[in-house]
């Protein structure tokens, strides 16, 4: 069964700093991973996914994520905030078997200060 | 090019009341999936169904009944209703011929059970 962890709830960081959102998974198969962004009374929108093609993702805004197999790990960065990116965050992960259930992190809500 | 619809948008039900959240889509999409979005929790998979004729529970099916009635829809039934269902609910429909195809969100029910 998969699972993913995201290993802060909350990230705060200045307009203009990097971010880093983390994010760990455990699947018994070859995983398909996603970063999907909701803001405010919002519904959600895909910032990136990972093909297996690259294992450096680049998304929408500026977002990349960097799979990292040995690890099990696929966090999100960005090399510098912005004030629009104030939202929560979601790793999801999913996998062949088991019909493809697909399971969400618990998210990290970010912050960016002016 | 409507995506994923659901409905209704709000609904406030009395504790016992039974209701069925809809869910269809129009990208003839194979798998359809139901979570609930509770603060601090991120999204959790009630129930899922990999194919049309196929429905399998998730992390959190207790209470909850699902019905995939051909391959666009897919509804949620809440036989008696309880507060701990006050949430909101997310449809979702993903295309898994593709090996990184990432789901396609209805924009939520918001359940209120008083």
């Not at chain 1, 960081?13 to 994010?23: A, K, M, N």
């Not at chain 1, 690890?71 to 979601?90: G, I, N, Q, V």
């Not at chain 2, 039934?77 to 507060?83: D, G, H, T, W, Y």
Request: glycine share 8%.
């Amino acid at each position: 069964a998969q699972s993913v962890t995201q290993l802060d709830s909350h990230v705060s960081v200045s307009e203009g700093t990097p971010v880093l959102l983390r994010c760990n998974y455990s699947s018994s198969y070859s995983p398909s991973l996603f970063w999907y962004v909701q803001h405010p009374n919002k519904g959600l929108q895909l910032l990136l996914k990972y093909t297996s093609a690259a294992t450096l993702v680049k998304g929408i805004n500026g977002f990349e994520a960097e799979f990292k197999k040995s690890e099990t790990s696929f966090h999100l960065t960005k090399p510098s905030a912005h004030m629009s990116d104030a939202a929560e965050y979601f790793c999801v992960v999913s996998d062949q078997g088991g019909g493809f259930k697909t399971i969400f992190g618990a998210g990290t809500r970010l912050f960016v200060k002016a | 090019n409507a995506g994923v619809t659901q409905t209704p948008k709000f609904q406030v039900l009395k504790t016992g009341q039974s209701m069925t959240l809809q869910c269809a889509q129009d990208m003839n999409h194979n798998s359809m999936y139901w979570y609930r979005q509770d603060p601090g929790m991120g999204l959790r998979l009630i129930y899922y169904s990999a194919s049309e004729g196929t429905t399998d529970k998730g992390e959190v099916p207790n209470g909850y009944n699902v019905s995939r009635l051909n391959k666009r829809e897919f509804s949620l039934r809440l036989e008696s209703a309880a507060p701990s269902q006050t949430s909101v609910y997310f449809c979702a429909s993903r295309e898994i011929t593709g090996w990184s195809t990432e789901a396609f969100f209805g924009q939520g029910t918001r359940l209120t059970v008083v």
